[in-house]
């Protein structure tokens, strides 16, 4: 897919400019060594007619901590965030889209922190990710990287080497998505996506620690507070997910989207009789609001 045409708008280090006519330096640390932190935001066109972007406080307070936690020097304010955000909407005049901001490095070959980064805020028409279609998920071969090598909690460009393998390899499979495993071989998440599996009424999802504190995920939270549906946070087994009566991945891109199978294990429910589908639509709802 094409993300941008002559007259898309990005933000860029303060100002508005064309996408077409933006540069990076080929000597940003972060092209060399991966040393960037981002977030994928989306904004609906909601039920009035308006765009809304979907948790934006959440996201850019998330891309803050990231960019503290890779030791980035990062001084916006999550209101002036969300100022530039609604500005490259209303510049590209969209409704339903995906929003990239991404911080990184400037020229440095070196291991040594920088005084500055520099910022850019890219957006594009939302294209669904997954699909409406159940999911077939393989079991990776690939964990998700070690907590003590990596912040996990932060999105860092980096860790998304491992998600670009372990989907490769899913595809090749000929699977939809893959489900790696973490270091101590408990369930971790998608390559983009966290996990959730329901059995006899009840939801389990594997705890903070090896995976990304998705908001996809706690919005799952909340709306399954007001519903009296309890969620269960443990390390979970692959064999528990094989013996499930449905499981889901979300995410901002993928939002909720269910598994047909993992490894070919069929599911014991019908999908349209879980739980699970009923989170599915409250959560399509709830981001139109
Ligand atoms: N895990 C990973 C590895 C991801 O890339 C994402 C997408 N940001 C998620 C989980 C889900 O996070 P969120 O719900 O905040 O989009």
Known sequence: MKYYNEHTIIYHDGSFVKAAEATIDLYSQ??????????GIRSYKTKDGSTKIFKPVEHYQRLIASAKALNMPFAY???ELITATNEVLAANKLGDAYIRPLVYGPDNMSFNPNTVSHFTIQAWEMQPFLG?????VMLSSFQRPNPKAFRMEAKASGHYVNSIMASHEAKAKGFDEALLTDIDGFAAEAPGANLFYEKDG???TPELG??????????????????????IEKPCTVEEIYGADAAFFCGTAAEIIGFESLDNHPFAMKWEDTLSRQIQLAYKELVIE
């Open 30 to 39: 972060s092209m060399h060594y991966g040393y960037a932190v981002f977030e």
């Open 77 to 79: 304010t999550t209101e």
């Open 132 to 136: 409406e279609k159940l999911l077939r």
């Open 202 to 204: 009840i939801l389990y």
């Open 210 to 231: 090896h995976i990304l504190p998705g908001i996809t995920r706690a919005t799952v939270f909340e709306i399954c507070a007001p519903k009296g549906i309890e969620i």
